[in-house]
């Protein structure tokens, strides 16, 4: 698989850090070229530099944040940009709950409807949307999360069913809890929240419905995505996978 993508350009959000490092570092390693998107322009440039790619610096809630990225061919997206916030419903900021959902759900509509007709005029193209598993399952205190989630993962299947005749598929990567500076600070939301130790949210509440009891590594979550965005990954789309430890089978 050294090879699989060489001649590729990648473009991956939220790449600074967590799953999108990892991401990038792997499609890297495949051969592609990578343009490492993140709202944090130093992290961007560490990573590009590591990977040997190109660092875009832009904010994906801000107005006109498209027309920032860079004006080339682009055969991968991988959307995985993203943030939370816990709270109860009728505590929960509204310019939040909007911020959230520009960040998520927006932002993967504009990036996709971007570079999606130079797919079409190529004839190839890989779309990932890294999802959640609250994409598929519900949990109390993230009603922007979640709403944002599902709302991508119907965004990925319209995108899948339009790219199929152009030879575009469109993926959803649903993760459990993985080691990242998100889930870190989900974990001190949820102490707040709940009013108990951190360690406890981590054993009594993120962990509590899945089989296989610990977080998942980003790396992890960056070997499923690479495989998707390989020629191997040809016949999957429109559809949702699990990376969750068993979460959903419950």
Not at 56 to 66: C, Q
Request: glycine letters at 10%.
């Amino acid at each position: 698989m050294a090879e699989d993508l060489a001649g590729r350009t990648a473009l991956v959000t939220g790449a600074g850090s967590g799953i999108g490092r990892a991401v990038a570092v792997k499609l890297a390693d495949l051969g592609a070229k990578v343009l490492v998107v993140d709202r944090n322009g130093e992290a961007a440039e560490k990573v590009a530099s590591e990977v040997g790619g190109v660092a875009v610096a832009v904010d994906l809630s801000e107005p006109g944040f498209v027309e920032r990225l860079p004006d080339e061919r682009v055969d991968i997206v991988v959307n995985n940009a993203g943030f939370q916030h816990v709270a109860p419903i009728e505590e929960f900021p509204p310019e939040v709950f909007a911020a959230i959902l520009k960040v998520m759900v927006e932002a993967p509509f504009l990036i996709t409807r971007r570079y999606l007709p130079g797919m079409y005029g190529n004839g190839w193209g890989r779309i990932v949307n890294v999802s959640s598993v609250h994409g598929l399952r519900a949990s109390p205190y993230k009603s922007a999360y979640v709403a944002a989630k599902h709302a991508l993962e119907g965004f990925s299947k319209v995108a899948a069913l339009e790219g199929a005749p152009h030879g575009v598929t469109s993926v959803c990567v649903a993760p459990g809890y993985v080691r990242t500076e998100l889930v870190e600070n989900q974990i001190l939301d949820q102490a707040r929240a709940h009013g108990i130790p951190p360690e406890q949210v981590v054993e009594d509440i993120m962990l509590r419905p899945s089989a296989i009891k610990r977080l998942i590594e980003p790396e992890e979550v960056a070997e499923l995505i690479a495989y998707l965005c390989g020629p191997r990954g040809g016949f999957i789309t429109g559809v949702s996978l699990p990376v969750d430890g068993g979460w959903t089978a419950r």
